[in-house]
């Protein structure tokens, strides 16, 4: 009888695997200032996705550029953030999930997330500076039953050549 087992390659971890489909939903963003990506899971199955995108039948802002006000520098006024995406994609059932996103949430995203009554978020990087809304979303969220949990940047293409070489 012949053995066709084949090396034994590792996994992901869970933490892996939804954090590089959050890379992968964030390709699907409309607003070119950041292209953020969120997946909400419950008990490791996937809920629902969302992007940062102008919200239904409004222009996208690769079609007609960014909606922002003088002096808020890189904030556009037109998207949904990724996280209020996910959110209003499938509000029912999301009590104990865990939101997986590429950047720490802003303090509104993260009152949506207490709102939805989602358990934990799970984050590679924050902000650059120290803008106030993100700043504040960590001390907000200590106020909250939401655990924030930050892991290693996730580089999806070394974990696919260990499959893919």
């Not at 489909?21 to 490791?44: E, F, H, Q, S, W």
């Not at 629902?48 to 007609?64: Q, R, S």
């Not at 802003?106 to 993100?134: F, H, L, N, Q, W």
Request: charged share 25%; aromatic share 8%; glycine share 6%.
């Amino acid at each position: 009888m012949e053995n066709n087992i084949q090396e034994h390659i590792p996994r992901p971890t869970w933490d892996e695997y939804f954090m590089m489909l959050t890379k992968l939903v964030a390709v699907m963003a409309t607003c070119p200032k950041r292209r953020v990506g969120a997946v909400i899971v419950k008990n490791k199955r996937i809920l629902t996705t969302g992007f940062n995108g102008a919200p239904p039948g409004m222009p996208h802002c690769t079609e007609v550029g960014c909606l922002s006000f003088e002096g808020e520098g890189s904030s556009c006024r037109r998207v949904l953030h990724a996280e209020q995406n996910a959110v209003l994609q499938d509000s029912r059932n999301l009590e104990g999930a865990t939101l997986y996103t590429t950047f720490l949430p802003c303090v509104d995203c993260m009152k949506e997330i207490v709102t939805a009554k989602i358990a934990e978020v799970v984050y590679e990087e924050e902000y650059p500076g120290t803008k106030p809304r993100y700043t504040y979303a960590k001390e907000f969220a200590q106020t909250t039953p939401v655990r924030l949990r930050k892991i290693p940047p996730v580089d999806i293409m070394r974990v696919l050549t260990r499959y893919y070489s």
